[in-house]
């Protein structure tokens, strides 16, 4: 028990947890309105299309890789499906769309797998690379541009809440979407898939060292591959979520989203040097910046400010991360050994 | 300016202005056909050319070349990136051009680019991009002054001309963003005695991007119980803030005007959450730099009041104590009533 407590505290979620509790606390009495139902339904709905991304980059990170494409990735295959359905007239329920749009992130993400898993390249220059053709098919090939209108059942599904909290003190109800659902299936799918099985153990190994992984008997190359293509499957099902909740399918709208993302997640505790860290140190981290983004002007921090605020937290953040990481090196070099032993029995 | 007074004008200007077309299309001007025979190229750079705003600009830039044979065309931009942007007008001087026109992100990593388009002897025409150094000429719309005012009165209506606003833009270097704002706050202190700007947030920023316009609505209406209004200005905001409006329940509430698009704000004008937004057309406004840059590189004498030759854009006239800024009198107002006529 005490050895948990002491190993608890040697990570870094606890303490993201505790600057979120505290910030939350600031908010809270500058303006009155953080722990309200409202406002963390507003804060939660403003996770789903991060957090979605963010579990993505979590696993390419965790695997030694990185990946900067998915913005573009996700634009593509959601404006793809968009269009698709938009064309044929459907009038189905949204499943098509995610069926549709998984399967696009899938072959996508299956074209980073190659080269980075199969041909062992570089994962910031394949992703950098990918992300260009990305956009280049979906702005040249597609001529993509806004669609004001949506198919019917992913509006529905955008916009019918999943929980809805009504503040009674100033009279506004804020919508959480059933969007939310899909973020809290990934998480426990990627939950399981990390700490039950083969797959998901070899994910760490690999980022921890990949020879000694391949040694202990993990098909490096086709582990990376499959991993890739989730994650381009993940990013996907995100690209929908926000065509959906955004009722309208605005192709550049998540471009420029993966420096903070990565952030969110180094800031969780997720060594950038793969091998370490944890969904929830991801999703926590993650969370934390949403929350600054979204609290900006319930802080009254003027609008000439904020952008350096925001950068000063993500700083300060991996900073601490980074400080964690090296002070405690023994901790997280157990973490890589744990998993290897564990790997090779 | 009152409202009965503005719509008397207005159509007096739209009616001079179809009057004018009418016998004044840019296939009939001298310079053109002149551009036309010796094969000028004049390139349009947008800010993001998947934004329907620039996508419309680009059915302009293209009529115009099919109707007058001048070899002008639009530059794909992709997204909105003053980095990639200020790159791509240097790409178009290797080219060696004859004229770019173009739609500024940010101004001071733009100028830099266009001062070596003017070095190599490139004819510069830019637009919604006031403050830029480097340019032959700047055309706006109408003057920023007049169109933040048009704005400001179409908020103004919507929120009985009381209560507390405040003003939103792409982001704080925009040039013409925070001119409008400026204008409507302006114009609302001289006109609007009931009206008061929220002096604690007077300007928040959307980052031309919906998703953002929409969260920045909801912390501003959570923060400040008095607010009752946002003024937009890109056209990303006042439809933003709409989703925010439609959302918490507040409409008939909570108000907001600005810039936006006809066919991707029909429905929100047509249910009743935002009563009127606010326009200019950019196919003109891509045919009026083409057919300045036409008469720059055809050596025409620059003299207001300049006949551009399409609607709108006929009378264009120097912006105070401005030599390279024409301002015009393009503005439109659209509402549930007339957004289906517009044919975009």
Known sequence: MRGRIKKLFRSNEPYIFLIIIVLGIVIQIRSGQFFTGNNIVDLLS????????????????IAGGIDVSFPALASLSAYA?????????????????FVIAIAIGAVLGAVNGLFIGYLNLNAMIVTLGTSSIFKGIMQGTLRANQLAVIPAGMKSFGITPFISAYNAKNGLTSVLPFTFLILVAVCA????????????????????NPISAHAAGFHVKRTKFIMYIMIGMIASASGICRVCMMQQCHPTNMLGMEMNIIAGVVLGGVALTGGAGTLTGCMLGTFLIIMVQNSMILLGIPTTWSSVFVGAVIVIGVAISAYQANHQGVGSHQHKSNAKKEAVS | MNKKMFSVLMSTVMAAGLAVSAYAAPADSESVKKAADEGWEIAVVPKDSTNPWFVRMKTG???????????CYQVDTGTIDAVAQAQQVKDLIAQGVDAICVVPVDIESMDSALKEAKDAGIVVIAHEGASLENVDYDIEAFSNEGYGAFIMQNL???????????????????????EWADAGVAY?????????????????????????????????????????????????????????????????????????????????????????????????????????????????????????????????????????????????????????????
């Not at chain 2, 830039?61 to 007058?68: I, N």
């Not at chain 2, 103004?156 to 925070?178: I, R």
């Open chain 1, 46 to 61: 403003a996770l789903i299309v991060p957090g979605l991304f963010a579990i993505g980059e979590f696993l390419a990170l």
């Open chain 1, 81 to 97: 499906t968009t269009k698709f359905l938009l064309d044929r007239e459907y009038g189905g329920n949204v499943l098509l769309a």
């Open chain 1, 189 to 208: 799918l990627m939950f399981f898939i990390l700490r039950y099985t083969i797959f998901g153990r070899g994910i760490y190994a690999i980022g921890g």
């Open chain 2, 61 to 71: 830039v293209d009529q115009f070349a099919s109707e007058t044979g001048v070899d």
């Open chain 2, 156 to 178: 103004a209506e919507a929120m009985g001309e009381e209560g507390v606003y405040t003003t939103m833009v792409a982001s704080l270097t925009n040039g013409s963003h925070n």
């Open chain 2, 188 to 344: 609302q202190k001289e006109h609007y005695p009931n009206m008061t700007l929220l002096e604690e947030m007077p300007r928040v920023e959307s980052n031309d991007n919906g998703d953002d316009a929409y969260n920045k609505a909801k912390e501003l209406i959570k923060a400040y119980p008095d607010l009752k209004g946002i003024m937009g200005t890109s056209s990303f905001d006042a439809p933003g803030v709409a989703r925010a409006i439609q959302e918490l329940g507040l409409t008939d509430q909570f108000f907001t005007s600005g810039t936006g698009m006809p066919a991707d704000n029909a429905e929100l004008l047509k249910s009743g959450v935002v009563k009127s937004l606010t326009l200019w057309d950019p196919a003109i406004a891509g045919e009026a730099m083409v057919d300045l840059a036409c008469k720059v590189l055809a050596g025409e004498a620059i003299e207001a009041p300049v006949n551009l030759d399409v609607d709108g854009y006929t009378e264009m006239n120097w912006r105070e104590g401005s030599e390279t800024v024409l301002e015009g009198q393009g503005w439109i107002t659209i509402d549930a009533e007339n957004v289906d006529s517009f044919g975009f």
